[in-house]
């Protein structure tokens, strides 16, 4: 059952982010350049997820646990450290660079773009890189 | 460039606000896509790996059968394009992959998820994405290294 929602929350996450076209570069980059005609769609989409976002999880954390598991999986780190920073800047550039972050990158990939493809394939790159320097 | 969609935008981002709570009261699971796709490198026996990453990768099926979904539903094509030329997106993509692993999350996980829950390291994780983004595409076009 855990699978079924979990399936059913990643298939509605990802229409949401073909519905407001999150998943088109060209869009992304169209919010993060301010210096052009600027496109604000982006903070409207972050806007509305968040105030959705905030009043469900109040009433979620309302519960003494989950409907399928034994306790909420919440970090425990609380610490503005370093790494934070330095990973949050790094995301950023990336970001920037690319006008995909890893939500929209892999809700694109069934429409077989090069681009995409070779994102995602760096991206993963990525993730082995930070696992086996840091740990 | 593209224009100003505010009743697309609204709909998309309150669908995702609605996947991240139900994956919270289903699962109590955090819907934040750096760390489902990255916590899945993690070595483990096979036995534990199948029982703790089933849920990821029933989530991550969602997120990449969805555009199919669409396309049934809606017989509307979907348009992207891609502004920066390939070699933007490889070491934008690497990026990506590194940073939101060393700061603990992306756009979903921070932006999303972490505000929602009033998180200070998600508030000034996003902070510092979006300025760090928004800088690189201004040098981009600067540079003039977008095509």
């Known amino acids: ?135 | 460039m593209t224009n100003f969609t505010p009743v697309s935008a609204m709909i998309g981002g309150s669908l995702i606000g609605v996947s991240a709570v139900l994956l919270m009261l289903v699962n109590g699971r955090i819907a934040g896509v750096s760390g489902i796709v990255g916590s899945l490198l993690d070595k483990m026996p096979i036995r534990e790996y199948v029982s703790d990453n089933a849920w990821k990768m029933a989530f991550l099926f969602g997120l990449i059968i969805a555009p199919l979904v669409y396309f049934y539903i809606s017989a509307r094509p979907l348009d992207i394009s891609f502004p920066h030329r390939l070699e933007l997106m490889i070491a934008g993509g690497f990026l990506v992959g590194f940073g939101s692993r060393l700061g603990g999350g992306c756009t979903s996980g921070h932006g999303v998820c972490g505000i929602a829950r009033l998180s200070k390291r998600s508030v000034v994780a996003t902070a510092t994405f979006m300025l760090a983004a928004v800088v690189t595409v201004y040098l981009v076009n600067v540079w003039g290294i977008v095509r």
């Not at chain 1, 509605?12 to 919010?31: D, E, T």
């Not at chain 1, 350049?33 to 109040?58: H, N, Q, R």
């Open chain 1, 1 to 135: 059952m855990k699978v079924a929602f979990a399936f059913v929350s990643g298939l509605i996450f990802s229409l949401g982010l073909v519905i407001s076209q999150m998943i088109n570069p060209a869009k992304v980059i169209g919010f993060l350049d301010v210096s052009g005609e600027w496109d604000p769609s982006l903070l409207l989409v972050m806007g509305s997820a968040l105030v959705v976002t905030m009043a469900g999880y109040k009433l979620v954390f309302g519960r003494q646990q989950p409907m399928l598991d034994e306790g909420f999986h919440l970090p425990v780190n609380r610490v503005v450290d370093h790494r934070l920073l330095v990973g949050a800047a790094l995301f950023g550039v990336g970001w920037g660079l690319a006008g995909f972050c890893p939500g929209p990158a892999l809700s694109s990939l069934v429409l077989g773009d090069m681009q995409t493809v070779s994102f995602i394939a760096a991206m993963m790159v990525g993730m082995i890189t930070k696992k086996v320097t840091f740990n």
